[in-house]
């Protein structure tokens, strides 16, 4: 079964600085698409970036563009999302997936499998 584990949410002051990362296991990482959605209770979930297999290509919704920066290492399986200039409506739980249809005109993306979330807050 396809395992992703997100890790280094936190509790962080606005304007600062954090790097999220999830660990997969038991799917081939290097072939596919990934990405990050944040979902706040109560609502729809929110593409926040996307990276294809070879880092070529990048997509960032533009609630992020600019202060997100999504990146990937294929040896160690693993994907990150360095989340900087952090504001108030950042805070959310964060969830890495692996993407099975893409659309990087309209950037929409479908999911396959993602992770329990790793939950970002951000503080006055």
């Known amino acids: 079964q396809e395992r992703l584990v997100e890790s280094g949410g936190g509790l962080v002051q606005i304007g600062g600085s954090l790097k999220l990362s999830c660990a997969t296991s038991?799917?081939?990482?290097?072939?596919?698409?990934m990405a990050w959605f944040r979902r706040a209770p109560g609502m729809e979930r929110e593409l926040v970036a996307a990276?294809?297999?070879?880092?070529?290509?990048?997509y960032y919704s533009d609630s992020v563009k600019g202060r997100f920066t999504i990146s990937r290492d294929n040896a160690k399986s693993t994907l990150y999302l360095q989340i900087d200039s952090l504001q108030p409506e950042d805070t959310t739980i964060y969830h890495c997936a692996n993407v099975k249809s893409e659309n990087w005109v309209s950037g929409q993306f479908d999911y396959a499998s993602w992770g329990q979330g790793t939950q970002v807050t951000v503080s006055l």
């Open positions: 990276i294809r297999w070879n880092s070529d290509q990048t």
């Open positions: 038991h799917f081939s990482f290097s072939s596919y698409t």
